[in-house]
């Protein structure tokens, strides 16, 4: 028992300084963060209108707070009196959570380029084809990035272990049979990552883009490396996988241009007469601002048996102005009929039966 007491006696001093070395190193890091983000702080309420520097306070916050403390401990880890051993086992942890926590920061540093291109190329604007290009190509190569960010830290930290290189290098010789074996096991996933780079750089999709997929008419919301996120217009979400866009037909409303021609249809008796309804829709499509002044036009496309068909064409600039144009457009003819043709709404008639039952 006294000799244990005087080995305790005789390693406290050691343990005593790596503490020290340890706690030092970890708060003048974190002494390090605070100044240099409340220097940001103070630089974002004298700029207000800059981008940069909210969005590094925003999204680099946190990934410092432990980057930093680790990377002055890395530094000043050398000072710490271990035995050679110990010394190593407390070099390999630090090393390890360096690597952890740099990735970390990267892949928030790429949230902070996401920003800097968003504010760039507003998606707002009403002419957005070029920006939802860019923006679909910036997406899948963020999550390209950030998957490679993720796999090279990993590997740095793996690689860092002797055991694991010499088994590596053993999987290096058996290379061509795994993945074989690695491909015939993921080959959807593969062929949905494939799916990814079609989609991302020929565009059949991007961001925002208007589809009907499924009976449903939607917005791309996102584009990921399996599945493509469509917000519906009643806020439900549509999930596909990637393949669908590739394999299957769809409508994309917004592929070219987002102008569109929207139809309605009016169903009414024979003794309506169609002109002063032609110059009604004229007048009043003329007096809406979702028109976009392209296209007005009405047209009796078919006749039944008890009515006649009569479809109207209006165009807008997008397909929200374009739905918005249709409906009011019926609204208001539905209306104008009611008001001055109420005989032509359509009708059963039973004259020519009666005469008959006679």
């Not at 090393?95 to 707002?124: G, K, M, N, P």
């Not at 290379?175 to 565009?203: E, K, P």
């Not at 917000?231 to 393949?243: A, F, G, K, M, T």
């Not at 068909?309 to 457009?329: I, Q």
Request: charged residues 20%; proline residues 4%; contains cysteine.
């Amino acid at each position: 028992m006294k000799e244990v007491s005087l080995r305790l006696i005789h390693y406290f001093p050691d343990v005593l300084g790596t503490l020290a070395v340890l706690a030092g190193g970890l708060l003048g890091g974190f002494v390090l963060k605070l100044i240099l983000f409340g220097l940001l702080r103070a630089y974002c309420r004298r700029e207000p209108d800059s981008v940069l520097a909210p969005s590094v306070a925003k999204h680099l916050g946190r990934a410092m707070a432990f980057f930093l403390p680790v990377l002055v401990l890395s530094m000043v880890l050398p000072l710490a009196p271990l035995a050679p051993g110990a010394f190593e086992v407390l070099r390999r942890t630090v090393e390890i959570s360096l690597i952890s926590t740099f990735a970390w920061l990267l892949v928030r540093t790429l949230r902070v380029a996401q920003d800097l291109v968003r504010h760039h190329y507003q998606i707002e604007q009403a002419d957005n084809l070029r920006v939802r290009k860019l923006l679909t190509q910036l997406q899948f190569v963020q999550k390209v990035v950030m998957s490679l960010i993720v796999l090279f830290a990993i590997g740095l930290i793996l690689m860092s272990f002797a055991t694991v290189r010499k088994i590596g290098t053993g999987l290096l010789t058996s290379a061509g049979i795994l993945s074989v074996i690695v491909g015939l096991a993921a080959q959807r996933s593969i062929s949905n990552f494939l799916a990814g780079f079609q989609i991302a750089f020929t565009q059949p999709i991007r961001i925002d883009d208007v589809l009907v997929v499924e009976g449903e008419w939607g917005r791309v919301e996102e584009i990921t490396f399996t599945y493509v996120v469509v917000r519906i217009w009643d806020e439900r979400r549509l999930v596909l996988p990637l393949n669908y866009f590739i394999e299957k037909p769809f409508q994309n409303w917004s592929r070219t241009t987002s102008q569109l021609i929207g139809t309605v249809f009016l169903y009414v008796d024979y003794t309506l007469p169609v002109e002063p309804v032609r110059q009604e829709l004229l007048r009043f499509v003329a007096s809406q601002p979702l028109w976009d002044q392209r296209v007005c036009a009405l047209q009796v496309t078919d006749s039944k048996e008890k009515t006649m068909e009569l479809r109207l064409l209006v165009s807008a600039a997008d397909a929200g102005r374009a739905f918005d144009l249709r409906c009011a457009v019926r609204e208001h003819l539905v209306d104008f009929i009611q008001q001055h043709y109420p005989t032509a709404l359509p009708r059963t008639r039973t004259d020519g039966l009666a005469g008959t039952a006679d």
